[in-house]
């Protein structure tokens, strides 16, 4: 990875003086592209003063942690599902990635382009991931024998890749070295939801207690949202520079840009809305964490998934759903 940054040492977008009353919005990892739209929202000021942004150390209690402090996340689908699962009182709202930024990448040299060819492979994966969980559910819709796929724990890296430790890892899009990386190296790219596995990403969610006592709240940090990711994606001659400046994040802005292209159709899909999701991604989610048998069901979709709020802020205001500038050139 190329992708730099200096430790989160202070959130941005809170105005200097007392932060007395503001709503946390915690980011489940370091500051970076996948963060970008809140990045933006922050630097631009599209959320009220009362919007406190910071990235948080990738946590396995950070649903807990939204819960406990009444506050704003953003983390993955599959996180946050199991935790409510477990009783953590929390409701998501919108989608930041409305599809998995998983993959599956093989060198471009062996010739495995589809997922019939890893039959027989070694994949480098990590336990219980997202893209474990991805994967094994694309096979067996696929009717593939996953019996007969070597999986090699903690050997997902794109070092053990080339060096011919495993034929395939899986990783998120964002992770792969990019054109100018002394590293660079020619990948095949296999993704789930072009075999039709469609499970929400990173997704926005926030206590109970927010959601309830604050609603109007929310529609402000989502309008902030998409506002921001609609920056981002206009023109990354003004949106890198303000991204690799943001608070104590430093980022390299080639790098910046180059993950901001790989993950455009997860944030903006053709034909789509920004931070919208739909049922259907829901169910299939919870059905393949089921099959992967890493929790049971104890609280229904229908009481932790939301979906009034981005229908009130759309109808509200139906410019932040025209396509306006959206070109794949900028």
Known sequence: MLLLFR???????????????AV????????????????????QEYFSSRIEVSAQPEHPDFVQTIARQHAIGVTSGQKFLLATWRGVPVTAFAASFLDTSV????????????????????????????????FDAMMAQLGLPRSQITKVPDRD???????????????AIDEQPD??????????VIKPQDYGIHVPGLVYFASNALVHEQPSMIADILQGLIRGWQFTYADYARSVPVLTGAGSA???????KFE??????????????????????WRTLRDILLFAKLGEEDVPLAQ???????????????????????????
């Open 157 to 171: 890296s794109f070092e053990a890749l080339r060096a011919g430790e495993v034929d395939a890892i899986i990783a």
């Open 103 to 134: 993959a599956i990448f093989t060198l471009e040299s062996t010739g495995l382009r589809r997922p019939a060819d890893l039959v027989g492979k070694r994949i480098g994966y990590r336990r219980a991931s997202e893209g474990d969980v991805v």
């Open 179 to 188: 054109p100018s990386s002394s590293t660079f190296t020619q990948l095949t």
């Open 24 to 43: 946390k919005l915690l980011l489940d990892g370091p500051y970076s592209a996948r963060f970008a739209g809140e990045l933006a929202a922050s630097r």
């Open 250 to 256: 430093r980022l390299n802005p080639e790098r910046l």
């Open 304 to 330: 932790t998934v939301n979906y009034q709020f981005l229908r009130d802020v759309y109808r509200r205001s139906p410019d932040l759903a025209a396509p306006g500038a959206w070109s794949e050139g900028k």
């Open 7 to 21: 430790p989160d040492a202070a959130p941005i977008g809170v105005p200097t003086g007392s932060t007395a009353g």
């Open 260 to 281: 901001l292209q790989q993950q455009r159709p997860l944030v903006l899909p053709t034909g789509g809305r920004i931070g919208d999701y739909d049922e259907s991604r």
